[in-house]
C-alpha cells in the first residue's frame, strides 16, 4: 500500500526558512509527478509546486515563486520544499502529494491530477 509521509511543519517567524519532506513507501512506487499542496483555514486546497521525475521544469504558484524550491531524490523516493522567506500568508496545513503515471505539466496544479496524499503537516508563521 502507498504511503506519503510528510515531516518538517513547525513555527516560524516571518522571514524564516523551513524545509519539508516527503517519503514515500510501499512496494516499487515511482511517482511520475510529485507536488506540494497547502490548505489554510476556511480556503480551498491550493498548489504550491511539482517536480516531475526527470527533475526538470519545476512548476511553482506565483505566489511561492523566488521564496519556495522543490527538490526530489529519486533513489530515496522523496520530495523535499525548501520554504525561505516566509509569510504569515503562508500559514497553512502542506500536503505531499504524488501521481504514478505521466501528464501534462498543465495539469500539476489541480488537485484532481493526484492519485496519493499525505497527511498534511502544519507550517505556522508568526508575524
Known amino acids: 500500500q502507498v504511503q506519503l509521509v510528510e515531516s518538517g511543519g513547525g513555527l516560524v517567524q516571518a522571514g524564516g526558512s523551513l524545509r519539508l519532506s516527503c517519503a514515500v513507501s510501499?512496494?516499487?512506487?515511482?511517482?511520475?509527478?510529485m507536488a506540494w499542496f497547502r490548505q489554510a483555514p476556511g480556503k480551498e486546497r491550493e498548489f504550491v509546486a511539482a517536480l516531475s521525475r526527470s527533475g526538470s521544469s519545476p512548476a511553482y504558484d506565483d505566489s511561492v515563486k523566488g521564496r519556495f524550491t522543490i527538490f526530489r531524490e529519486n533513489a530515496k523516493n522523496t520530495v523535499s520544499l525548501q520554504m525561505n522567506s516566509l509569510k504569515p500568508e503562508d500559514t497553512a496545513v502542506y500536503y505531499c502529494?504524488?501521481?504514478?503515471?505521466?501528464?501534462?505539466?498543465?495539469?500539476?496544479?489541480?488537485?484532481?491530477?493526484?492519485?496519493?496524499w499525505g497527511q498534511g503537516t502544519q507550517v505556522t508563521v508568526s508575524s
Open positions: 510501499g512496494g516499487t512506487f515511482s511517482p511520475y509527478v
Open positions: 502529494a504524488a501521481r504514478s503515471t505521466y501528464t501534462s505539466a498543465s495539469a500539476y496544479s489541480s488537485t484532481r491530477t493526484y492519485n496519493y
